[in-house]
């Protein structure tokens, strides 16, 4: 049985830093993409930071660049998301998704884990 589990958010203070993981299970990691979404109250769920099979591509959307590292661990079956700077904008339910293609961003991805609340309190 697949399991994606979500760890590591929290309430930080504005300019603080976090570091998520998603742990998987039941699969053989290595064999897909992943990223990281969040969805906002109110709002749509998008792509925050994708990475390719071996890690050696990214993507992130432009409100995150500069601040925000995304990395992977195939031997331990994980997968990070390093916020630095965080801003209120940045509070929202953050989720593990994969996928089976690298179409140099976050497309095609799915599979969501329960996901992991994180709040930026000013």
């Known amino acids: 049985q697949v399991q994606v589990v979500e760890s590591g958010g929290g309430l930080v203070q504005v300019g603080g830093s976090l570091r998520l993981s998603c742990t998987a299970s039941?699969?053989?990691?290595?064999?897909?993409?992943m990223g990281w979404f969040r969805q906002a109250p109110g709002k749509e769920r998008e792509g925050v930071a994708c990475?390719?099979?071996?890690?050696?591509?990214?993507y992130y959307a432009d409100s995150v660049k500069g601040r925000f590292t995304i990395s992977r661990d195939n031997a331990k079956n994980t997968l990070y998301l390093q916020m630095n700077s965080l801003k209120p904008e940045d509070t929202a339910m953050y989720y593990c998704?994969?996928?089976?293609?690298?179409?140099?961003?976050?497309?095609?991805?799915?599979?969501w884990g329960k996901g992991t609340l994180v709040t930026i309190s000013l």
């Open positions: 998704a994969r996928g089976d293609y690298w179409y140099g961003s976050c497309y095609g991805m799915g599979y």
């Open positions: 990475i390719n099979w071996s890690g050696g591509s990214t």
């Open positions: 039941g699969l053989t990691f290595d064999d897909y993409v």
